[in-house]
């Protein structure tokens, strides 16, 4: 009996892994918003010349990230608003994390680095499909408040810890968004990293 209830959860976590994964990648798609590469002007808040200066120091930073490592391709994302870069993954060594800062710092136009980088463990299948679904489940709420322009943020989960990064157009809309990442069940922390309209470079008009 104890055996066929393991097997059971193992099933239902794998279900769960798969059925995360699946909402990631489709609201993913639909909700590329500032992160993506179907960046839409209507929506983002920042002039289309900061927008460009964001895309060209993206390409250039992550091209200098994959020259350190290819590897980092799959376990490094780094993402640049407003002149600000934000790293998020894991890395092997504390050394490394170190040495992605660095890049960070040293590409041209940066104003500022934040680092969120985690040292790698050993894999925890349990835990990874729990941090999926906790990410879907704020992706899902964020989309369904209408209140909240849920393409400007990206949303990363890492031991129940869920980072934010993106831009809002009022602090009520800022507030909003770490309220619904703190009324999901068993996450811990919420890190967020959110601009204001008001205090980018440049604004769209």
Do not use: H
Request: with cysteine; net charge positive.
């Amino acid at each position: 009996m104890i055996i066929v209830s393991k097997l059971k959860m193992k099933n239902r976590l794998f279900l769960i892994f798969l059925i995360s994964l699946f909402l990631n990648n489709c609201v993913g798609v639909s909700s590329s918003g500032i992160f993506g590469t179907g960046v839409s002007v209507a929506i983002d808040p920042r002039s289309l010349g900061t927008q460009i200066d964001d895309s060209l120091m993206q390409k250039n930073l992550s091209a200098r990230i994959l020259l350190v490592d290819k590897n980092y391709f799959l376990t490094v994302k780094s993402k640049v608003l407003d002149g600000r870069i934000f790293l998020t993954g894991k890395v092997d060594q504390p050394e490394e994390k170190l040495k992605l800062t660095k890049i960070a710092w040293e590409t041209e136009g940066v104003r500022s680095v934040r680092n969120d980088l985690k040292i790698k463990e050993q894999f925890n299948f349990k835990q990874s499909a729990k941090d999926l679904l906790i990410t879907s489940q704020l992706r899902t709420a964020l989309i369904l408040n209408k209140n909240i322009k849920a393409t400007n943020y990206q949303i990363d989960t890492f031991k129940k810890k869920i980072y934010i990064y993106g831009i809002a157009l009022t602090e009520d809309e800022k507030n909003l968004v770490i309220t619904e990442a703190n009324e999901i069940l068993d996450v811990e922390d919420v890190i967020a990293s959110i601009l204001l309209v008001e205090n980018l470079r440049i604004q769209k008009n």
